[in-house]
């Protein structure tokens, strides 16, 4: 299977149309999704999980708020959930720049029909939790919006999954590890590409 992107190209920069941080002054970027397509499926094919998955993220919340303390490219990272979708239709083969996402909505977008399947929660909703004016469930796609002070370049995968069956169970609202205990045992082929950003100088 063969993962591309009209986007961006493989492990080069995103363009900040596609990211939800657009500048190291917190200024807001498209949050587009970007274009997607893919090929030389396996004819079994019942299904696609679609995941966008930071692996770069700092793992110390405090030092992500301290501005004014660069974080080291050594510092321990850990994975952030941009997006995700199960349950895509065997016939899909192709998203379109900006179908699922196109600017911020304040307290995550509804749970929606990304590419014919369905949307799960990405990791914002984490984020901002308590957070009196951003708080709330975040599903489908919001973009990267890596710390400015964080001196790692961040590398932002995204992950392809072709099931052998057409719906996954998952809890109504889904999450990155749910989606990957549910497909465990039904993946016939995985394709990934990945893009990098950074807002550090």
């Known amino acids: 299977m063969h993962l591309h992107s009209h986007s961006f190209e493989h492990r080069q920069p995103l363009p900040a149309e596609f990211a939800l941080g657009a500048d190291a002054g917190r200024g807001v970027g498209g949050n587009r999704n970007p274009h997607l397509a893919w090929d030389e499926v396996p004819e079994a094919t019942r299904s696609f999980v679609l995941l966008c998955i930071d692996t ?13 303390t660069p974080i080291p490219v050594a510092h321990p990272r850990g994975d952030f959930v941009h997006w995700l979708v199960a349950n895509i239709p ?5 998203i379109a720049a900006g179908s699922c996402s196109d600017g911020l909505t304040a307290r995550g977008k509804p749970q929606a029909h990304d ?11 984490g984020w901002f939790a308590g957070d009196a004016t951003m708080g709330g469930q975040y599903f489908g796609y ?7 002070h ?23 609202a889904f999450t990155a590890a749910d989606a990957f205990r549910a497909m465990h045992g039904h993946v016939l082929a995985e394709a990934a590409i990945h893009g990098t950003y950074s807002l550090h100088g």
């Open 56 to 68: 770069d993220a700092p793992t110390d919340g405090a030092l992500v708020a301290d501005a004014a």
């Open 90 to 94: 065997a016939s899909t083969r192709e």
């Open 115 to 125: 590419a014919g399947g369905v949307s799960g929660l990405n990791d914002y909703t």
């Open 142 to 148: 919001d973009g990267p919006y890596p710390p400015p």
């Open 150 to 172: 964080d001196l790692r370049t961040h590398r932002y995968f995204f992950r392809l999954f072709a099931l052998d069956v057409a719906t996954l169970a998952l809890p109504a």
